[in-house]
């Protein structure tokens, strides 16, 4: 290990975190590829409303029923593998998506893209808590997070961009398999599981890290062992952060997956305006979540205690989502129906920090499969959502009781952080 032990630490730590912003950005623009381009797609393939929501839903389906498996297999062998194996695979599920004849093909490839897609977000829970310090996992955790409002912003533009360029969805979505495979080959041969595995931490960086996971072990009552994922079931900070989870997605979800076509049929938008108008409110999320990440280490340094810290980030932003929510209902004007909803994005994406909760609630040698409970109970809502979306617009013919349906996903967001008490490890 390059370094000696009284050198000043390396920050390989944040190139990785770096890394997987890149591999999240990614992950996003080719799941939410689909819709981008649903105006044409819709189109090509002669799909309804209800039919469209099941199209949007059906990447959830796997993607929700792979979380557990995915979350122990992350447990048992380490984040490097599941983070880097996942990209390569969902690439070419991506560029495979370009292949499709109808409804069903369509569904298929949405079905796989949701199964290799799993993996991700659980080993970036991983890797937070093995390789940063209790003070700059909420960094870490917004860092790794912030990919999915920058990848939503980007997709739009670099969907819409291609679709653009080559004068097809199909070619568009081949592109974006090809990139995404050669990323993820980057990230197998860059990530390591632990900070003393990899060959760019010097010994003082490796040192920094492990005393400070040492002295959060001494500090905690319990010990951080592997345990069963059924002991944390017991727990009201457990359900919080299940459900809470659940209440952040059927909001995010709602947007990513209906905001497109809700901006093309209600506010006339095209195909360009559409993508940068995602630019402007998925770009608001991004920077927001930076900013929550940042705040709530800089309060926690300056000796705020972490239920003070957390519970007043997570009820500000619930507030702010709620009352934007309700603006783009009471408020038909286009412009400003995009700038309600950046400022819904920007708050809604604090929830970032909650990817710093399977390292506080789990520990270290249980953030995997905790994170993957956790993901597994928010793509609940992205089962749910698409669906009911397309069946409250086909059924009314307006997205006026949709929107209001987030108004409630984002009050069960409020209410659940609320109740997390974010300053303890569980006992398993």
């Known amino acids: 290990m390059p370094g000696a032990a009284n050198s000043r630490p390396s920050r390989t730590r944040w190139k990785v975190f770096v890394l997987l912003l890149g591999v999240v950005t990614l992950n996003y623009i080719d799941r939410g590829s689909v819709s981008v381009a649903l105006p044409l797609i819709t189109a090509d393939l002669h799909l309804s409303k209800e039919v469209t929501g099941f199209v949007l839903s059906a990447f959830f389906w796997t993607y929700a029923l792979m979380q557990i498996p995915a979350g122990k297999l992350i447990d048992r062998f380490g984040p490097r593998r599941m983070a880097g194996g996942a990209c390569v695979g969902w690439g070419f599920a991506t560029a495979l998506t370009a292949a499709s004849t109808g409804v069903g093909s369509l569904l298929g490839y949405r079905l796989l893209l949701g199964a290799v897609e799993a993996p991700v977000m659980p080993a970036g829970g991983k890797l937070n808590a093995h390789w940063l310090p209790a003070e700059e996992r909420g960094r870490g955790a917004v860092l790794m997070d912030g990919g999915a409002p920058l990848g939503s912003a980007l997709g739009g533009i670099a969907i819409s961009g291609l679709i653009a360029w080559t004068g097809s969805w199909r070619a568009s979505f081949v592109v974006a398999g090809v990139v995404t495979v050669a990323v993820g080959a980057f990230a197998l041969w860059y990530l390591r599981d632990t900070p003393r595995e990899h060959p760019?931490?010097?010994?003082?960086?490796?040192?920094?890290?492990?005393?400070?996971?040492?002295?959060?072990?001494?500090?905690?009552?319990?010990?951080?062992?592997?345990?069963?994922?059924?002991?944390?079931?017991?727990?009201?900070?457990?359900?919080?952060?299940?459900?809470?989870?659940?209440?952040?997605?059927?909001?995010?979800?709602?947007?990513?997956?209906?905001?497109?076509?809700?901006?093309?049929?209600?506010?006339?938008?095209?195909?360009?305006?559409?993508?940068?108008?995602?630019?402007?409110?998925?770009?608001?999320?991004?920077?927001?979540?930076?900013?929550?990440?940042?705040?709530?280490?800089?309060?926690?340094?300056?000796?705020?205690?972490?239920?003070?810290?957390?519970?007043?980030?997570?009820?500000?932003?619930?507030?702010?989502?709620?009352?934007?929510?309700?603006?783009?209902?009471?408020?038909?004007?286009?412009?400003?129906?995009?700038?309600?909803?950046?400022v819904v994005l920007f708050f809604l994406r604090w929830a970032g920090l909650y990817w710093s909760l399977p390292s506080i609630l789990g520990g270290r040698a249980n953030a995997g499969v905790v994170g993957a409970a956790m993901n597994l109970s928010g793509n609940i809502a992205g089962i749910v959502t698409p669906i009911a979306v397309g069946f409250i617009v086909g059924g009314t013919g307006s997205y006026t009781w949709a929107l209001l349906y987030f108004v409630g996903a984002g009050v069960l967001f409020t209410v659940s952080s609320l109740a997390i008490d974010y300053s303890r490890r569980l006992a398993a």
């Open 200 to 342: 760019a931490v010097n010994a003082a960086e490796a040192a920094y890290v492990e005393r400070a996971h040492a002295e959060e072990d001494a500090a905690s009552p319990v010990a951080d062992v592997r345990a069963r994922l059924s002991a944390y079931l017991k727990y009201r900070s457990f359900w919080g952060m299940c459900l809470g989870w659940m209440g952040f997605n059927g909001v995010f979800y709602g947007v990513l997956t209906w905001g497109p076509l809700y901006l093309s049929e209600t506010k006339g938008f095209d195909i360009k305006t559409i993508g940068w108008s995602t630019l402007v409110i998925f770009g608001s999320g991004f920077v927001g979540e930076l900013l929550g990440g940042w705040l709530a280490d800089r309060w926690q340094a300056r000796g705020g205690r972490a239920n003070t810290v957390l519970r007043t980030l997570m009820g500000v932003a619930g507030a702010a989502v709620v009352g934007g929510l309700l603006g783009v209902v009471l408020v038909p004007d286009a412009l400003t129906a995009v700038l309600l909803l950046s």
